[in-house]
Every structure is written in structure tokens, then in C-alpha cells.
């Protein structure tokens, strides 16, 4: 069974600061996914990991995948409020395992971002 | 961009009634669907796959009997919860998906139950 474990689960930063929220999963796969959340609403996407050394960046948010350490890491650089959501990475199983093409999704780190 | 729409946005129902719940790919056809059910401050957790025309597949611990669900369409899958009762009260956010692509996420339904 593939698990997903995020930390810290909560988060709270000061604006300006940066910090780094890990992410964990226990089986093979060679695709990660970074989605936001806010209050109330749906998950939006942040980005998608498809190789080992993947790295992506958009404005204050940089995301990188290492495959054979089963660890991705979502990067904040000089946090702003408008970054207060829930952040939860997830991970396609690789093909040939009993879940096929279905996510597993970590706990979720709750990010508060304060003046 | 792809988009999944889902309606109703939320509900509110007496206990023992049934609540339908419809999940729609606007611009693609999606030959998976996904359902997913979510707790307050809690992460998502997958409750059945659906793949158009053929019969949904829930994950352990699942009802699938409480919750129906049909993929009629390439872009329509409904979930039915049935005999509601206040502990079926959550967040329901339906997903679709062309292949291994990736999934979009509608923007959810909050259903309560009195």
C-alpha cells in the first residue's frame, strides 16, 4: 500500500521568511503532484513532477522531486499571506502496481503566513 | 484549460433522502472519473473510480451501496448518496482525467445532513 506523509503538518511563518515542506511516499513512482487548497474550496494545481531531479518554480513556490530518496519538497521563498492555504502533495502510483493511475494524497500542511 | 464543474455547489437534506451529485468534464472527455470525500482540516480520500460505461470500482471501507455511482458519459459520472444520514455530511469533490494525464479537480459540494 502506498503511503504519502507530509511535514510539517502545520505551518506557521512569518512574512518574508522562507521554509520547506517535505514530502515522503513509500512506493516506486515517477509522478508527483503539488495542489493548493483554500478554504472551502477545490484543489488547484501547483505543479507536476514527472523525473528524478524535476524542478519546478513558480513566483515564490519551487518544487523538486528526487525518486530514489521517494522525497519531493516544496520550497517558499520570502512568504507573503496571499501563500495562507493547505498544501497537499500527491503521488501517482507507477504502473504494474495493484493501484494503477490512481493518487495517493499526503495529510496536508496547513501554511499561515503572518505580518 | 480543462474544467470539471459539479452541482450542486452544496445541499442540504433531511436524513433518510438521497442526494445526487453530478460531475461534468466541460471541454474534454475524461475516461476516468474519480470521487473523493473530504473531512474538515483532513486530507482527501478516494472513494471509487469510474471509468464510462463499465461499473465504478470503491476503495475498501466504501459502501457501495450508500454510494452509487454512474459514469453514463464521457463527460458526466453522478454520485448518488443514498438514506443519508448527518455522519455522510462532507465535502465531495469529483476529478477527471483523459488516460494518465493529469486530473482535474472539480470545485466541490458540501453536503449537510439534518
Known amino acids: ?115 | 484549460g480543462a474544467v470539471v464543474s459539479q452541482h450542486p455547489s452544496w445541499v442540504i437534506c433531511k436524513s433518510g433522502t438521497s442526494v445526487k451529485i453530478e460531475c461534468r468534464s466541460l471541454d474534454f472527455q475524461a475516461t476516468t472519473m474519480f470521487w473523493y470525500r473530504q473531512f474538515p482540516k483532513q486530507s482527501l480520500m478516494l472513494m471509487a473510480t469510474s471509468n464510462e460505461g463499465s461499473k465504478a470500482t470503491y476503495e475498501q471501507g466504501v459502501e457501495k451501496d450508500k454510494f452509487l455511482i454512474n459514469h453514463a458519459s464521457l463527460t458526466l459520472s453522478t454520485l448518488t448518496v443514498t438514506s443519508a444520514h448527518p455522519e455522510d455530511s462532507s465535502f465531495y469533490i469529483c476529478s477527471a482525467r483523459v488516460l494518465l494525464l493529469e486530473q482535474f479537480f472539480g470545485p466541490g459540494t458540501r453536503l449537510t445532513v439534518l
Open chain 1, 1 to 115: 500500500e502506498l503511503k504519502v506523509e507530509q511535514n510539517p503538518l502545520f505551518l506557521s511563518m512569518q512574512e518574508g521568511k522562507n521554509y520547506t515542506i517535505y514530502c515522503n511516499y513509500s512506493t516506486t513512482s515517477d509522478r508527483l503532484y503539488w495542489y493548493r487548497q483554500d478554504p472551502g474550496k477545490s484543489l488547484e494545481s501547483l505543479f507536476v513532477l514527472l523525473s528524478n531531479g524535476a524542478v519546478k518554480q513558480e513566483g515564490r513556490l519551487m518544487a523538486s522531486l528526487d525518486t530514489k530518496a521517494r522525497l519531493s519538497t516544496l520550497h517558499i521563498t520570502a512568504a507573503v499571506h496571499d501563500l495562507s492555504a493547505t498544501y497537499f502533495c500527491a503521488v501517482l502510483l507507477r504502473a504494474g502496481g495493484t493501484s494503477y493511475g490512481k493518487l495517493t494524497f499526503g495529510q496536508g500542511t496547513i501554511l499561515t503566513v503572518h505580518p
